[in-house]
């Protein structure tokens, strides 16, 4: 199942619709999710079934999910939820502030 989500936070940071899973069905090829980049500290989409993720912005492979402790203070509260991708929609490490205050929150499906 696909959705649509937007991360915000309170410093200003806000990115556009974000499409996650792989289109109408979950068991797709392709699979978006947020990633952060620890050496650009940039969020970005990868493609969750590459072997390397590496960072669009500058290229680094020292990158982590957003389902990862070190980009996530924890997954109480999720705004995406499919399998072992989840998204908080409370506490997620924002790539501008580097607080962890950053907010997934869903906006619809997509097909
Ligand atoms: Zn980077
Ligand atoms: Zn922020």
Known sequence: MGCKVVADCECGFKTPKIKLGGGMYC?????????????????????????????????????????????????????????DLKLSSENSLCPQCDQFSLKFKNVGMWD
């Open 27 to 83: 068991h797709t090829t392709v699979n978006n999710f947020p990633n952060y980049c620890k050496n650009c500290k940039s969020l970005f989409m990868a493609n969750m079934y590459d072997e390397i993720i590496v960072c669009i912005n500058c290229k680094s492979s020292d990158t982590v999910p957003y389902n990862n402790t070190f980009a996530v203070k924890n997954l109480d509260e999720t705004s995406f939820n499919w399998e």
